[in-house]
């Protein structure tokens, strides 16, 4: 059974940097056609895509965050991280990490974390 779990900060400060990291158990973040992805729910708002690293290591943002988000993965922990910049109280969510899987032509969301809640304040 594929499993994942999110973990980082609850609470970070205006400006600072939030890195999140999401553990995957079940699956390697290697295998094939699978794109390992963040995606947040801000309060009273919808899902909001993030990015992806795919099985291959390539990354992928939404343009309007790409500015500030990396991906980066640590293969030999079946890991995968979500580095956000200079954040502010609009980067206030729920973050979650969810795996992606190439179903052609459709791209299917087939397992998620339980999420984890972000707070920007000082």
């Known amino acids: 059974q594929v499993q994942l779990q999110e973990s980082g900060p609850g609470l970070v400060k205006p400006s600072q940097a939030l890195s999140l990291t999401c553990t995957v158990s079940?699956?390697?973040?290697?295998?094939?056609?699978?794109?390992w992805s963040w995606i947040r729910q801000p309060p009273g708002k919808g899902l909001e895509w993030i990015g992806y690293?795919?099985?291959?290591?390539?990354?992928y943002y939404s343009p309007s965050l790409k500015i500030r988000t990396s991906i980066s993965r640590d293969t030999s922990k079946n890991q995968f991280t979500l580095h956000l910049t200079s954040v502010t109280p609009e980067d206030t969510a729920e973050y979650y990490c969810?795996?992606?899987?190439?179903?052609?032509?459709?791209?299917?969301?087939?397992?998620w974390g339980q999420g984890t809640q972000v707070t920007v304040s000082s």
């Open positions: 969810a795996r992606v899987r190439l179903d052609s032509p459709n791209f299917v969301y087939d397992y």
């Open positions: 690293i795919d099985y291959s290591g390539d990354t």
């Open positions: 079940g699956a390697s973040i290697e295998t094939n056609y699978h794109y």
